[in-house]
């Protein structure tokens, strides 16, 4: 499975965007898709989660409310919509698929976790 990210840019504070993650190479339909920021000097972190049937989402708690993960079948492309961003959500975002048994981990309460494929990465800068 081949993923492209899209759609980073600089925005001001308050400002949307909507990423996009291209995939080829087989239907999305089935792999949990995450999305994962970086931040400058940090360490990687998940945002999102959408499971194999895409019934199900997963948010980290600082962009609940204002995140929203979503998937087209037809255009095999998932999506992360993000309204409100704040300079924290800085970062290149990546977008990542794993088997759909990589949802949730319950125990440890970590979504997308042990995800196969992952993107390049697109670059999300939130400043005034």
């Known amino acids: 499975l081949q993923l492209v990210e899209s759609g980073g840019g600089l925005v001001q504070p308050g400002e949307s965007l909507r990423l996009s993650c291209a995939a080829s190479?087989?239907?999305?339909?089935?792999?949990?898709i995450g999305w994962f920021r970086q931040a400058p000097g940090k360490e990687r972190e998940g945002v999102s989660c959408?499971?194999?049937?895409?019934?199900?989402?997963k948010y980290q708690d600082s962009v609940k409310g204002r995140f929203t993960i979503s998937r087209d079948n037809a255009k095999n492309t998932v999506y992360l919509q993000m309204d409100n961003l704040k300079p924290e959500d800085t970062g290149t975002y990546y977008c990542?698929?794993?088997?759909?048994?990589?949802?949730?981990?319950?125990?440890?309460?970590?979504?997308?976790?042990?995800?196969?494929?992952w993107g390049k990465g697109t670059l999300v800068t939130v400043s005034s």
């Open positions: 990542a698929a794993g088997d759909s048994g990589s949802y949730y981990n319950a125990l440890t309460a970590t979504f997308c976790y042990g995800m196969n494929d």
């Open positions: 190479g087989s239907p999305l339909r089935g792999y949990a």
């Open positions: 959408l499971s194999g049937s895409g019934e199900s989402k």
